[in-house]
């Protein structure tokens, strides 16, 4: 069973457009959901992350919105350039032991010229 | 990336040979990971690691095992490695079990099994 699941499976986008990359999970026991951003040949490093008691939470042009009764959350680029093209992960992580990350399995972001 | 360091980079080895991937930081943390990544699976976690020789099974560990003598260094080894484990491998660390400070990753070892 796929815990956290991303959508759509691969975007392209204007330069100067909005990116919107969805994320739904499972497990209600998640409490800290963190975006991963990897270029190629590189391993994937942390964007920005949010935790349930906020609905939203803003880095420069990158936003994580978080809707808890939907089990969703959402990563906003405005103002997409072509250095954002890169592969983009949601993940998520619950308290307590034995607790690591589970990641979505990625979607590719085109940014065109 | 900064800190953690994977080698080899790149393996071509062949079907039935043992294979050893190193992860090496040298920000003293705790946690330590190892992941794959093939497409349409995202990243999956095979074996991870709390302390000097503690670890324990991620989601994908059949084929797998793993060392860490020292904190410093975590071992994955493919005993006897199969076509199916063509992968890219990334290794991860954390000062937290719950990686809310975030994880660094690695720059990833392509491992080719023909």
């Known amino acids: 069973q796929q815990q956290v699941k991303q959508s759509p499976q691969s975007l392209i986008v204007q330069k100067g457009g909005i990116s919107i990359i969805n994320c739904a999970y499972e497990?209600?026991?998640?409490?800290?959901f963190p975006w991963y951003q990897q270029f190629p040949g590189k391993g994937p490093a942390l964007l920005i992350a949010?935790?349930?008691?906020?609905s939203e939470k803003k880095e420069g042009r990158f936003t994580i919105s978080f809707n808890k009764s939907a089990k969703q959350f959402s990563l906003h680029i405005m103002d997409s350039q072509p250095g954002d093209s890169a592969t983009y992960f949601c993940?998520?992580?619950?308290?307590?032991?034995?607790?690591?990350?589970?990641f979505g399995k990625g979607i590719t972001l085109s940014v065109r010229p | 990336d900064a800190g953690i360091t994977q080698s080899p980079r790149h393996k071509v080895t062949e079907t039935g040979t043992p294979v050893t991937l190193r992860c090496h930081q040298t920000?003293?943390?705790?946690?330590m990971y190892w992941y794959r990544q093939d497409p349409g699976h995202g990243l999956r976690l095979i074996h991870y690691s709390y302390g000097v020789k503690d670890t324990d099974k991620g989601e994908v560990s059949d084929g797998y095992s793993v060392s860490r003598s020292k904190t410093e260094d975590f071992l994955l080894t493919l005993e006897s490695a199969t076509s199916s484990q063509t992968s890219v491998y990334f290794c991860a660390i954390s000062e937290s079990r719950t990686g809310k400070d975030g994880y660094t990753f690695g720059s990833g070892t392509r491992l080719t099994v023909v």
């Open positions: 497990n209600t026991a998640f409490d800290y």
């Open positions: 949010i935790r349930p008691d906020v």
């Open positions: 920000e003293n943390h705790r946690y």
């Open positions: 993940a998520a992580s619950k308290a307590g032991a034995n607790s690591k990350l589970t």
